[in-house]
């Protein structure tokens, strides 16, 4: 696999996550009926995605959320389109009338990574997510990248215009060598802010990966 693949999920991710947080400044619509599942759990849900399914993570939402299938249905048909080497996978959960909203983004590599290329990839796809949104004016502040034996982790917190919140981006090698990249973006306007930022941290500190990753750096022959 060369670097293209990683870039244009980030990229991807990157686009996705910016038309999520304009979307969000629309007028809150009421859910419909089947919109009210719980929101808990960390299965692929069909009305959100399109195609393969990876599920790398899982996350918590509080009980007054709701799944947000407006939201999650356009990301998912954005991953499709703008990164075709991955298996992309969108999720979102929010409040709208309190103005809290919760992306999670996953894509798993079609294709595996060449050797020389495993610490190079892992490291990209943060690097292009985070210029790439500021290069469409969100504020990264406090951009922190920290780096273990199978898992490369950054964090940020975020404001675009009177959205703020905080991003969580973590990719790594699953054990037959397919580079994984998991995306969580949680943002709250100033409507309930002290309630909505709370809430958004729990959301952000349940996320969790699902499977195992192997080490980075694989040993020479």
């Not at 918590?60 to 992309?88: G, N, T």
């Not at 919760?102 to 990574?113: D, I, Y």
Request: net charge negative; proline share 7%.
């Amino acid at each position: 696999m060369s670097g293209l693949p990683a870039l244009r999920f980030a990229a991807a991710a990157g686009v996705v996550a910016a038309l999520v947080l304009v979307s969000a400044r629309a007028p809150a619509q009421e859910p419909k009926d089947d919109q009210n599942d719980p929101a808990n759990d960390g299965e692929a849900d069909g009305e959100n995605a399109i195609g393969p399914r990876p599920v790398l993570a899982t996350a918590v939402a509080p009980d007054h959320w709701r799944k947000l299938p407006e939201l999650a249905s356009p990301a998912d048909k954005a991953l499709q389109s703008l990164s075709k080497d991955m298996e992309p996978h969108a999720r979102a959960w929010g409040d709208p009338a309190s103005g809290a909203y919760a992306l999670l983004v996953e894509g798993r590599a079609r294709q595996t990574a060449r050797p020389r290329k495993r610490r190079t990839l892992v490291n990209d796809v943060h690097t292009q997510f985070r210029e790439l949104l500021q290069s469409r004016g969100a504020t990264l502040d406090s951009w922190t990248t920290r780096t273990d034996e199978t898992t490369v982790r950054s964090d940020s917190s975020i404001q675009q215009h009177e959205h703020r919140g905080a991003v969580r981006v973590w990719s790594g090698y699953d054990q037959d060598g397919h580079l994984h990249a998991v995306v969580a973006l949680c943002f709250h306007n100033d409507r309930e802010p002290q309630r909505t930022g709370r809430e958004c941290r729990r959301w952000l500190e349940s996320v969790s990966l699902v499977q195992p990753l192997a080490p980075i750096e694989l040993p020479d022959d």
